[in-house]
């Protein structure tokens, strides 16, 4: 454990005797907010040199630098899992986001399908959701959210070697088990939760035509997408991912 | 499948011919909202008597009569999980209630424990929360959200045959898998998610020596309460819960 309490992610290169510059929300943060001053200890990862102990060097009311010290922990990279799902209400697509990273998803991939509402995501603002995630639980990686596609589209050069666990709540599908878990493939996957009103028919056919595709029905009860979003990522993690090591 | 789209909590009973008494909000909800009129049909259900078609007899600004037809499904009971959690910030709180609801816990008990900043709960609103969840995920079942209650108070006189999985994101634990997921006894079970700041060291030695505690670690990551939630209840209810029957 380190004594450094917070946690920052910054886009910088991280390394012994680093220095790090901060930007100007940065800066705000660090100093005005949480008080820090010359000396103080940091946490930063940056998605790709794993975790760092820095120290401020410079603290001023809009910038700042901090000096990387030792690594704290190395990078742990996700499992090779994306999340598919069609956005919804603001509050419960932040929600998603929040919680794929939480999770572990490596990549977070909005998509328009026929019964989606929305025609277009904030995506600056949901990647900053990704970001406060991964400082707050601990990762040493941030997940990509990408644009807003559809789902049509995406599945038109869809990799052949990655399986996608089709979650649909309207759809009858094979009870998840614990059998059904176990007997999951390993290599890359997807995960693609359908939206509140369902897939139309066209999209229904042409998912379960596709052979990377695997249907699962989560429980008895309909689930909302973003609960949905976190058991199938549950589900997937403790039969395929991360959850499976100990942790250390 | 019904032709009613809307599904109704109500407290009376429900059986064929029977009449149901709306009070002013669901009037309002009905006839204002959703601009119901008379042979309009809704989904009924109370927690006992499984979901019933009715038919509006009366509409008015602030009142209303439903004639219960036939029954469209029957009372199905979650299984006897509980869900112990310490209260969080007010939206995450919600949103527990919710998903507790919606994954299928019978009890929802919110705890305080040494680390818990909440000093006080609206139980009225979380228990609304929770109907307004099973309302929306097709259940006849309302779990029920008990009072805010001292962690301590309630282990004083915990039942000898609940076992507790205990969901401590602060204690190494030992890391669920599908091995110990297949191994759990059945019989009734609580899920007990620390608060944020971990549970105090003398809670964790009392959690500790109970006899009932099996101690669980979700993943490498730290996972937020509710998230932690969800994760937990997902993988209780497919080990031990109503995820391993098919859906009907």
Redesign the interface.
Known sequence: MSDAKIRLFVDQPLGPGQPVALNGDQAHYLFSVMRLSRGAAVLLFNGRDGEWRAVVAEAGKRAGILTCETQTAPL?LPPDLWLLFAPIKKARTD?IVE?AA???AARILPVQTRYTNADRIRQDRLQAHAVEAAE????TFVPEVAELQPLDRLLDRWPAERRILWCDEHQ?GQ????AT??ALPAGPWAILIGPEGGFAAPEQARLAGLPQVVQA????????AD?AA??A???W???Q????????
């Open positions: 742990r929600f919680k939480e999770m572990g707050q639980c601990g990762g009858a009870p998840v088990t614990l878990l176990t029905s989560l429980g008895p009860r309909i689930l909302r609960t976190v058991a990522l549950t589900l993690q403790i039969a991912g991360d959850w499976r090591e100990s942790p250390e």
